[in-house]
Every structure is written in C-alpha cells, then in structure tokens.
C-alpha cells in the first residue's frame, strides 16, 4: 500500500512533468510563428496604391516566413471597415492591417467619418511604404519649379488647385504653401486622384496635388511635369523632383504605409514581422516593383513608426483645428 507521502511525490511529479511538458509546448508554440497562413487586411479596393503595395509586400514576406501571406480587401467608411476588422481580430499575428494614418487613428478623422474603433484598439508594428504625392502642372506651362508657380500665382491671384479631398495630405499642402508665401489659391475637390488628370490635361485647373502613380505615364511621355513631393526625402523614380521640406515649408504629413496588428499582439510578433520588413525592404525586387507602382520604400521600425505616428498626430489635430476640421 502506498503511503500518503508517495502518493504525494507521485502527484508531485505529476505535476512538474505536466508544467515542463506545458512550458516546452508554449516555448514551440511561439518559436513556430508562423504556422499557418496570415491575412493582410487592405481598407481600399484592389488595384489601389494600397493594395498594390501590400501585394508587393505580401508576396516578399511569403519567402521569409514560409506561409503563405493573403491580402484582404474589405472596402467602407473610409478605411474604417478595414480597420475595424483588424482591431476587433484575435491579437496572433494572423490578422495584420495595411494601414495609413486614417486607419490607425480615426478619431483624428472624425469630423470625415466616423468610425466602430479607435487608435487605441490597434498596435501599428512597422512601416515600408509611403505614398509619392505631388505638384503636377502640365509640361506645356512656363513653370519648372513650385517657386515659379507661387510667383506666378502672386501676380494672378486666385489659381485653381485639385485636390482628392480635405482629409488628405494633398490639401494640407495646398494650404501650407498659401500661408507660408501668403497667396491666395483657390482648392478643388475631387473623388481621388484619377479624375484631377483630365482636369489638368484640359486645362480646367492650372495644378493638380495627387498621386504620382496616376500620373506615371504621363510624367514617363513627358507630357506633365511635377513641381515638388509631399515627402521628407526625394522619391528613386523621380529623383530630381525635389521634396516640400527641402523648399523650405514645414510639411507635417507622413503619408507612411505600414502594418498593423490589433492590441495585445505579442512582443515575439512585433519583434517578428519586424526583422521581416526590414529585410524586405533592403531586397531590390521589392524596390523596383514598389517604385513602378509609384510607392517609395521607407523602413521604419516598431518604436520608430509609433514616435512617427504620435508626432503626426499632433501636427493633423492642429491642421484640422485650424481649419474647423475636427470634432
């Protein structure tokens, strides 16, 4: 018969072997990652500078995590169905976002849309991308630089602007440069960038602010020109276009694409998917098919995106207070 005391090193034994057993089982668990496929949501529709990046992306991340990497496009409310979508997912790893700063913190955008969710419920993890957005004239005009522009709109005051909406950076470039050189420029909305460049080809409008990939044809034919980026440095495919803070004006928009994984997503993750962008980043395929499609590679680490975020957060609230943009 066994007494109390073996019964107790048996149950005792029982239960270190089942806590080394749970701790071995946890530690494979999270070395494993991934061990099935990741979705990438994608808030815009496809065929979208977003979607495009993100493809470009996923398609490099597969060769390094060796899963399979899915985009997803789930379209509405101003990115905010998309966003909803990661926030609200089980924190693995398995659900990420695709995100720009309208994403990630749509409280900042509430006087646009509103949305299920706020900046608090995601963890953006990286940055690659960010959007080439620029001056565009058309190549038959007399100006070569945004300098000649602004003299000329000096003298004839009133200049039409197209811009693909208030809550973009393109309008918060048109507005820095009216303040900053003290000119009176007229903005124009649109619905996205497409159509602004019949609008300029047809001499409606004398500048469009939009994307440079719906221009890229046109600018590769040399039928338009563009004046100056909406960057923080100069653009690979279009190096001699110089940038908005080289000319001197203080442009508080970080248009940065990056992904995003919902709160509580672990540090092994983060830590993860980081060492993975980064190497992406460095690979010449995805640099070229990123500028092809007019998107310019920019790695920007975990604390670094987030420190990016929260300063950009404080330049837009001022923007949209300034122009009675917020709620």
Same mark, same amino acid.
């Given at each position: 018969?066994?007494? !109390? ?37 994608? =808030? ?51 659900? %990420? ?85 003290? @000119?009176?420029?007229?903005?124009? =909305? ?15 409008? =004398?500048?469009?602010?939009?994307? @440079? ?5 046109? %600018? ?36 940065? %694409? ?12 983060? !830590? ?48 949209? $207070?300034?122009?009675?943009?917020? $709620?």
């Amino acid at each position: 018969m066994k007494t !109390k005391r073996g019964r107790m090193l048996i149950g005792l034994s029982f239960l270190l072997s089942g806590l080394f057993l749970g701790m071995l089982f946890s530690s494979e668990t999270q070395a494993a990652y991934p061990d099935r496929a990741i979705s990438i949501v994608v =808030p815009y529709p496809a065929g979208g500078l977003s979607d495009l990046g993100a493809r470009i992306i996923a398609d490099a991340m597969e060769k390094h995590l060796k899963q399979p990497v899915v985009v997803v496009n789930k379209v509405g409310g101003g990115g905010t169905v998309g966003g909803y979508a990661v926030s609200t997912a089980k924190p693995d790893g398995y659900t %990420l976002g695709f995100f720009a700063i309208q994403t990630n913190v749509p409280e900042l955008y509430s006087y646009f849309s509103t949305a299920p969710y706020s900046s608090a419920d995601l963890l953006p993890i990286a940055s690659i991308h960010t959007a080439v957005q620029g001056w565009v004239v058309k190549a038959e005009t007399p100006w070569n630089t945004l300098k000649d522009f602004v003299e000329f709109a000096r003298k004839n005051p009133g200049q039409k602007i197209g811009h693909p909406g208030k809550n973009t950076g393109a309008y918060h470039s048109l507005v820095t440069v009216a303040n900053a050189d003290k @000119i009176r420029l007229v903005d124009v =909305p649109y619905q996205g960038d497409t159509p602004i460049v019949p609008a300029i080809m047809g001499d409606h409008i =004398p500048v469009g602010i939009l994307g @440079i990939p719906a221009v890229r044809s046109l %600018l590769d034919a040399k039928k338009v020109r563009v004046l100056a980026l909406n960057l923080l440095k100069r653009a690979d495919f279009v190096p001699d276009v110089p940038t908005m803070v080289e000319l001197g004006y203080k442009f508080t928009i970080h248009p940065y %694409l990056g992904l995003a994984g919902p709160k509580g997503t672990p540090d092994e993750v983060i !830590k993860k998917i980081e060492e993975v962008l980064h190497k992406v980043s460095q690979e010449q395929d995805v640099r070229t098919k990123s500028s092809a499609v007019g998107l310019q590679v920019i790695y920007l680490d975990h604390a670094t995106y987030q420190r990016t975020i929260s300063q950009d957060v404080e330049g837009l609230r001022t923007f949209f $207070k300034e122009q009675g943009m917020f $709620k």
